[in-house]
């Protein structure tokens, strides 16, 4: 039934935190080798070995670089000299250096989903028991209108099967009595070797997802689209800060004795005193 | 609104087999434990064993996608033996029974001859600790694995220095470090380990600092990125030491007690002062004797003076406060500002001495004295081969380890910890060996530390014993041996002519040699005579790699779900900081083709050949196949392959074989723990519980404590040696170099400087750009392309250009580039990057593959598109006029310097091939 | 988006056929007997021609008659069961067109019905916030004109065609020019796409897989500027000023409306080809394609 339900009962979905995410791809073959023998067709792989393989994933990790403003380069290219020249403190932030973020997409399983009402067949749904969107392959004719409707690219229509596949949020696994109870979570959490995806009911404020979105300012992607994607993303912690240590101090000044760089005299009598103390 | 929802029924319950096997990873040198679940006897999921000490239940890309590689069509199907010219790849399918008689035919003669004509080389070799044992009872010198072209820097570095190394040898306390700080690591073995730690360090708030040229993978999370200008690492470490050192922010308590900082230094010779036991020797501060440093209560005196000898510590220091490592001197250079090293000195400094730790846990040193807790820095570091792989790596990672020990960093709670079996001081290791006589078993293990020239493995004119002439002159610390050398030498007859190289799973017409096309034109140059240079050659894989057309028989081996394999403490295992650790793989689905796992293949070999150990006194074979040498091997008494289920099956460590082994590893999971006590979790070189413990466990026989060896003094044997003294003497023209290279203290030399200092700026200027090669998380060097699943995500490579040369070069998406070097070229797509140290160009490994091999269509993107760095990097340094070819690695180690490489770039039309192609190679016939 | 042929000719033969059925349903030609035949059979091979390439685009047809259930939620089970309607309704009056004669109530339903159905398959465009070009009140616009003018010239109105053509050509315009600020206007960007705007510009690095997928066959198609810009002259000539000169010219006789037909068909097409390859999917900005 491709009307939405108004609420769901939970809203159970993923956070995955960025700033952790190394990019491994981990979850990408998680995913793949569960739902190739789960829930629904396997995901083909169209000409495995040749020039033009194609096979369909539920889950897919990109890497984006985000240039700074005012970033002119990387660090090397800063002229070291300058920033001696300039006298800045020993703890200065460099200058802005672009970042790397590793970023993983499935299905954000959205409030309002538009792949759900777009569909023709009645096989995209929404549960309402936990928001879950899922396609009922029996009823799916593959016309890929909802892949067209997902801003997210989270849908790929299996070419061998002709149906849509998309992320299950592994329903098959998260309440799935054979499993014990720890592993009642999907197959790409289960595997994030860095844990930067957790899963989680998103509607319940106290959840350990809802708190990691609300400590750590998560966000849903493309709020324009008016999704309201139930996934969210921890963004990157602030990068390249360089610390905020006190900056150190040559035993010798600190005695009061001035040294001149590489004389050992100062500097041996106060490893004379401190040992003395030891 | 309610619509009536009638959501399908779903299986909710669904079961990916009828039953689960659990057993080893194998798609790299991790080894995580798996779940592999089976349906009708066909593997249909894998997933991490929960239960794991290496993984806890994660799994890597691969590691998932493991059931696609044994259903790869490129496994090959039978023992081949050539039938056309060697490199043509034409092959015909023969019996076990036909390969094995062949190989005795070739073996057995060399062996009754000259052992020394075999030359057995094992690549990524994960039974090192059996291969060795069937070399060694062969009685050829010429066995090594991989590890010289690997990161023996890094192994050889850690093990003269500390008694134990990064790489998987040790990690991080990922419990309580505050700041970690890691440098040249895209992957590393400890793959899953690495992202786990770096996971609860994140989720903790400790700071990562990640140095590094390519901001990716690791170096994308760390909070800071230090994009450091490859080769500089030495010079960036010393000035951070050098601010240490001048603020006194050293830990001047665990300096005196556990390093040989307090030995003093005969002011002559340069050599460690000894008594008559060769105890290194302190004085103690209390009574201003001198004694050796293991006396019961001696307090060694740092700032001691005995005449005009030192302690080393005065040594150091005067050496690193030097205004040559002071920030200012070495910023430029490291492409690092002055003011960031500074910081992040001061950084270490304040987690190390203002945040340090206390762990209420009593313990007592080899000294005998008692001790209430366990201090923590919690300052804690990492490296692989950024490090390793440049010709000067052995001293940059030496620099890295006595960085970690000035502060006090290691073996401490939030510091650096070892896996048992190490921490394992040099004095623990054997020498190198390599006397060889006909029909005889060699004189003792083949590779070892040495301790001086005496050690080298030399014959009697002083020419290099080995084929790979590890622990000659040219590299006198070659621990690992030198696989990258082994071909060209071989091909050369230099120091000698071999009859045939045995290869195991190494790539070596490919991806694990430096300049492939000369490398093929060796395995395939004929005499006058037509014979082959190299005359014969037996390769054992198990897929259809590019290696396999350059070989005259193929050994077929299994796939790692198919065959018995065990991860010993005799060789590399699994430990955790916290427990002692092997395991097993074993057959989880049955071969469908004639292939046989190679150990015990070569088991049937030895016992053809009628190899001492094994074989009995009647000739008659002691082990039937690899399992039962697993079960029923004694490396010493009561000590085996495995150390679980030993005895009656209730002993570990020590005991004698148990029948039943096996059958108990598989119920238990395949892996088998032995804790740590908790008074002997820290601390573990000088912790008399630890010492104790690891007796008992059958690690060594007897305690063997020890100090780290911030002066090393085998380096020094050796200066010594190039300035003339001792018997054994270098070579004139690699004085200068042993002397400027081997310097007992850590140094940094440029690492183009190996090969002469002179023409080293005139090639910078030529070749003005690094080019490296990082591991992708979700490949395994050449493996990982066979994989329908892998290979959809990296299927070509492109070179990644910082933004500098991007502009310079006026590239666009979708552009291409002639990338030279004073080797060769290659023609290349590019790609942009920003997040990129500005010198410094760079690609994935081992994505571009030979055209026909690996099963893939020879139109597919890695043979047509993707491409290698190799064709760019040469096993010797471009000629410098004086008459001698340098080789491209470490003066020391002889580690392949890797990273060392310098390209020019320029732009050309985008086109659909990558350059240079070869032809293609034909499929290996299905026997 | 990728211009499946399956579905320009699909939206573009039922437009036109559904347009034809407009006109004749609304009795502005009433033909009976054979020329009733003749023309009601080139409004359902049109129309049911469109209907059945649709079903080449669908990867599992079996599944089809599942469409006509979600006309609740879902604009294209709408087209479906409105097209249906359509059929069976003017196929009744067709029926009663050739054996007696149409009954106009029955004739105003099914124009109804027709227009709605262009409407409706326009929706299934317009609907889409993810492709913000198809997202603007005029796409509907556009399809119905544009069916109606078609419509108009196949059913020989002349006079009807010559005040709709250059309408659907103004719309036209109107489409392209609103349309190629679409996008911006949308505000979906690799920021917003990325939530990682506060951090900088993004870049895309690495895409998640080297080789191909189904979105990037599907959602990514990236045609040249300069060769869309004149796709879009010749497009823009062939629908409606070139069919209006020819009918002026000749004042309307069956060979110059043939050809006017034609002219136009070739005109819609490469006007549905851009609508298609013109079309920028959001997803293109996870894969840096924009
Ligand atoms: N440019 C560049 N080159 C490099 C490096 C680099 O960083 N840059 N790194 C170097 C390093 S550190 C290494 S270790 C080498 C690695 O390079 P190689 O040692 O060549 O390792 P692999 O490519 O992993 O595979 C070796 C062979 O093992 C075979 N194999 C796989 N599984 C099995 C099995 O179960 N049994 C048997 N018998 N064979 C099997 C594979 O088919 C393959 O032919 O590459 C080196 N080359
Ligand atoms: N997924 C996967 N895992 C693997 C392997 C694999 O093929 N795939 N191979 C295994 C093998 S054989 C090995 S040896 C290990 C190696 O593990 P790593 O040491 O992680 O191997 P590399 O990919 O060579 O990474 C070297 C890193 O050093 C950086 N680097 C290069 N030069 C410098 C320098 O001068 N300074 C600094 N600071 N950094 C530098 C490079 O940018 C790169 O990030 O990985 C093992 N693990
Ligand atoms: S498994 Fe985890 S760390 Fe790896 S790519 Fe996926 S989310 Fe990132
Ligand atoms: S991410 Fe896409 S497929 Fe998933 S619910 Fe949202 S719109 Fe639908
Ligand atoms: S492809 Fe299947 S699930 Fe998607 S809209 Fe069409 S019928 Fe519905
Ligand atoms: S929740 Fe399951 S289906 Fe969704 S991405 Fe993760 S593994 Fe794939
Ligand atoms: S890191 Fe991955 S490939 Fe390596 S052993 Fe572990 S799971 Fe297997
Ligand atoms: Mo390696």
Not at chain 2, 354 to 360: A, C, D, F, Q, Y
Not at chain 3, 85 to 113: I, Y
Request: glycine content about 10%.
């Amino acid at each position: 039934m491709t009307a939405l339900p108004g609420e769901t009962h939970r809203k159970m979905g993923l956070v995955i935190d960025l700033d952790t995410c190394v990019g491994c791809h981990a979850c990408v073959i998680a995913c793949k080798g569960w739902n190739d023998q789960g829930y629904g067709a396997p995901l083909s792989d169209e000409d495995p070995y040749g020039p033009d393989v194609l096979g369909t994933f539920l889950n897919r990790v990109h890497a984006f670089e985000v240039v700074p403003d005012g970033h002119d380069g990387p660090i090397s290219s800063f002229s070291c000299g300058e920033a001696a020249a300039s006298g800045l403190p020993g703890h200065l932030a460099p200058p802005a250096q672009a970042k790397t973020v590793h970023f993983p997409k499935s299905c954000l399983h959205c409030e309002d989903a538009p792949c759900v009402t777009v569909c023709p067949t009645g096989a995209s749904y929404k549960r309402v028991e936990d928001g879950i969107v899922l396609v009922n392959e029996d009823d799916c004719m593959g016309c890929g209108l909802c892949a067209w409707a997902c801003p997210y690219g989270a849908r790929e229509l299996d070419l061998a099967a002709g149906v849509m596949k998309k992320c299950t949020l592994c329903v098959d696994r998260i309440y799935n009595e054979t499993l014990a109870e720890e592993d009642r979570v999907p197959a790409c959490v289960r595997t994030c070797p860095a844990g930067a995806r957790h899963f989680g009911d998103l509607a319940d404020p106290d959840s350990d997802v809802s708190r990691l979105v609300a400590e750590r300012g998560g966000i849903g992607l493309m709020p324009e689209q008016e999704t309201r994607p139930v996934n969210k993303y921890l963004p990157p912690r602030p990068r390249d800060s360089g610390g905020d240590a006190p900056a150190l101090t040559p035993v010798a000044t600190a005695c009061g004795e001035e040294a001149a760089e590489g004389e050992m005299a100062p500097w041996l009598a106060w490893l004379d005193r401190t040992l003395e103390r030891i | 609104m309610t619509p009536p929802y009638d959501d399908p029924p779903l299986d909710l319950n669904h079961r990916p087999g009828d039953r689960v096997a659990k057993t080893t990873c194998y798609m790299c040198a991790c080894r995580c434990g798996i779940d592999v679940h089976l349906k009708e006897g066909r593997v249909t999921y894998i997933e991490g064993n929960r239960d794991h000490p290496v993984n806890r239940g994660v799994l890597c890309a691969k590691g998932s996608a493991g059931l696609k590689q044994v259903t790869a069509p490129s496994r090959l199907t039978s023992p081949m033996k050539r039938v056309g010219p060697r490199g043509s790849g034409q092959f015909e399918p023969i019996t076990w029974e036909e390969a094995l008689g062949i190989a005795t035919d070739w073996l057995g003669p060399i062996r009754a001859k000259d052992p020394k004509r075999l030359a057995f080389f094992t690549g990524r070799d994960q039974s090192q600790s059996f291969t060795s044992f069937f070399a060694q009872q062969f009685g050829t010198p010429n066995y090594a694995a991989h590890g010289g072209f690997c990161s023996v820097n890094m192994a050889a570095a850690g093990i003269y220095t500390m008694g134990g190394a990064f790489w998987e040898f040790g990690q991080p306390d990922w419990e309580r470090t505050e700041l970690f700080l890691i440098f040249g690591v895209a992957e590393d073995h400890d793959s899953n380990p690495i992202k786990m730690g770096l996971g609860r360090l994140k989720a903790r708030g400790a700071r990562v600092i990640g140095v590094n040229p390519i901001r990716t993978g690791y170096n994308a999370v760390a909070d800071d990125w230090v994009g450091i200008t490859p080769g500089t690492d030495g010079l960036f470490i010393l000035a951070l030491v050098h601010e240490l050192l001048k603020a006194g922010k050293i830990d001047l308590d665990y300096l005196a007690r556990w390093t040989n900082a307090p030995v003093l230094v005969d002011a002559e010779t340069g050599l460690l002062r000894r008594d008559d036991d060769g105890r290194q020797l302190v004085r103690d501060r209390v009574t201003g004797a001198i004694m050796p440093f293991d006396r019961h209560g001696v307090r060694p005196d740092l700032a001691a003076r005995d005449g005009a000898d030192r302690t080393v510590f005065q040594l150091l220091a005067e050496r690193y406060l030097a205004p040559q490592y002071a920030p200012d001197a070495v910023a430029e250079r490291c492409g690092v500002p002055a003011a960031r090293i500074r910081a992040i000195a001061a950084e270490i400094a304040d987690v190390a001495f203002n945040r340090t730790i206390t762990v209420k846990q009593p313990w007592t040193d080899f000294r005998g004295e008692h001790h209430d807790e366990m201090v923590g820095r919690p300052v804690s570091f990492h490296a692989m081969r950024g490090l390793s792989a440049h010709a000067n790596g052995f001293q940059t990672t030496r620099a890295l380890h006595m960085l970690q020990i000035l502060i006090g960093s290691v073996e401490c709670p939030g510091g650096f910890r070892f896996k048992p079996p190490y921490p394992k001081p040099v004095e623990a290791h054997p020498t190198p060996h390599c006397k060889c006589q006909p029909d005889c078993p060699l004189n003792g293990p083949h590779l070892g530390f040495p301790r001086g020239p005496e050690d080298l493995a030399l014959a009697d004119d002083g020419s290099p014993a080995r084929i790979d002439k590890a622990f000659s002159w040219e590299n006198p610390m070659s621990v690992h041996g030198l696989m990258h050398m082994v071909i060209s030498n071989a091909h050369a007859g230099d120091p000698y002519e071999i009859d045939t190289l045995f290869l195991y799973m190494a790539n070596m017409a490919w991806n694990s040699s430096m300049n492939v096309p000369e490398v093929m034109h060796m395995l395939t140059d004929t005499r006058e005579d037509g014979e082959y240079v190299i005359p014969r050659i037996i390769y054992a894989d198990a897929y259809a790699s590019e290696m396999v057309a350059y070989a005259d028989l193929i050994l077929p081996d299994t796939t790692y779900l198919e065959r018995h394999d065990c991860i010993s403490l005799l060789d590399r295992p699994i430990s955790e900081a916290e427990a002692a650790a092997d395991a097993i793989r074993w057959p989880v689905v049955e071969p469908d083709r004639d292939v046989r796992g190679f150990q015990s293949v070569l088991i049937d070999l030895a016992n053809r050949l009628g190899l001492p150990g094994f074989v009995d006194g009647n000739g008659e074979g002691i082990y039937e196949d690899y399992a039962d040498y697993i079960l029923r091997h004694e490396r010493r008494p009561g000590i085996g392959p495995l150390m679980g289920y030993r005895g009656n099956g209730d002993q570990t460590g020590r005991g004698h074989p148990n029948p039943d082994q096996l059958e108990r590893y598989i119920a238990a999971g395949g892996f088998h723990l032995a804790h740590i006590p908790e008074e002997a979790l820290y601390y573990k070189p000088w912790n008399k519980a630890y010492q104790d413990w690891a007796v008992g466990l059958g690690l060594y026989d007897k305690p063997q404590p020890y100090i780290f060896q911030l002066y090393c003094e085998p380096l020094r044997k050796f200066q010594r040696a190039a300035e003339g003294h001792g018997e054994r003497q270098p070579p004139d023209h690699l004085r200068d170099r042993l002397q400027r290279c081997l310097d007992p203290l850590p140094i940094w030399y440029a690492p183009e400087s190996v090969g002469g200092q002179a023409s080293a700026a005139a090639e910078a200027a030529a070749y003005p750009i690094h080019a490296l090669t990082q591991r992708p998380a979700a490949m395994y060097h050449s493996w990982g392309s066979q994989n329908a699943w892998l290979r959809q995500i990296h299927g070509a490579n492109p070179l990644y250009v910082p933004d500098a040369v991007w502009q310079a070069e006026g590239f666009e998406d979708g552009d291409w580039a002639r990338v030279r070097s004073p080797h060769g070229e290659i023609v290349v797509p590019v790609a942009r990057q920003s997040a990129l140290n500005a010198h410094t160009v760079w690609t994935w490994n081992a994505i571009g593959k030979r055209k026909g091999t690996w099963a893939l269509d020879p139109a597919a993107p890695e043979a047509t598109e993707g491409f290698l760095m190799n064709h760019l990097i040469g096993t010797l340094l471009p000629p410098k006029g004086d008459g001698h070819r340098w080789a491209n690695s470490d003066p020391i180690t002889g580690q392949a310097a890797w990273f060392d490489l310098r390209v020019s770039i320029e732009k050309v039309a985008p086109r659909a091939l990558s350059e240079p192609q070869f032809p293609a190679l034909p499929a290996p016939p299905r026997g | 988006m990728h211009p499946a042929p399956s579905i320009i000719v699909f939206t573009v033969f039922s437009g036109l056929g559904f347009g034809l059925l407009a006109w004749l349903g609304a009795g502005f030609l009433a033909p009976t007997g054979w020329a009733a035949f003749a023309h009601y059979a080139l409004a359902f091979a049109l129309a049911g021609g469109g209907l059945i390439a649709a079903t080449f685009h669908l990867a599992n047809p079996r599944n089809a008659v599942k469409s006509f259930s979600q006309w609740r939620t879902s604009w294209l089970s709408r087209e479906a069961v409105l097209a249906a309607a359509t059929m069976a309704v003017m196929g009744l009056q067709a029926a009663l067109s050739v054996f007696a004669a149409p009954v106009a109530a029955l004739g105003w339903l099914g124009a109804g019905l027709a227009v709605a159905t262009v409407y409706a398959t326009a929706m299934i465009y317009g609907q889409l916030r993810s492709v913000p070009r198809w997202h603007q009140p005029l796409t509907p616009v556009l399809f119905v004109v544009m069916a109606l003018g078609g419509g108009a010239l196949l059913a020989g109105q002349v006079l009807v065609a010559l005040i709709l053509l250059p309408l659907a050509a103004l719309v036209q315009i109107a489409v392209w020019l609103v349309g190629d600020g679409r996008f911006a206007a949308a505000g979906s960007t690799m920021e917003s796409a990325t939530g990682l705007g506060s951090m900088g510009r993004v870049r895309l690095l690495e895409p998640p897989h080297t080789g191909e997928n189904y979105l990037l066959r599907e959602m990514v198609h990236v045609v040249a500027r300069r060769h869309a810009v004149r796709l879009r002259w010749i497009a823009l000539a062939a629908m409606a000023p070139l069919p209006v000169l020819m009918l002026l010219a000749t004042g309307g006789g069956t060979v110059a409306a043939t050809l006017a037909a034609l002219c136009h068909l070739a005109g819609a097409l490469a006007a549905r080809w851009l609508f298609f390859a013109e079309a920028e999917h959001v997803v293109g900005l996870y894969y840096g394609k924009r």
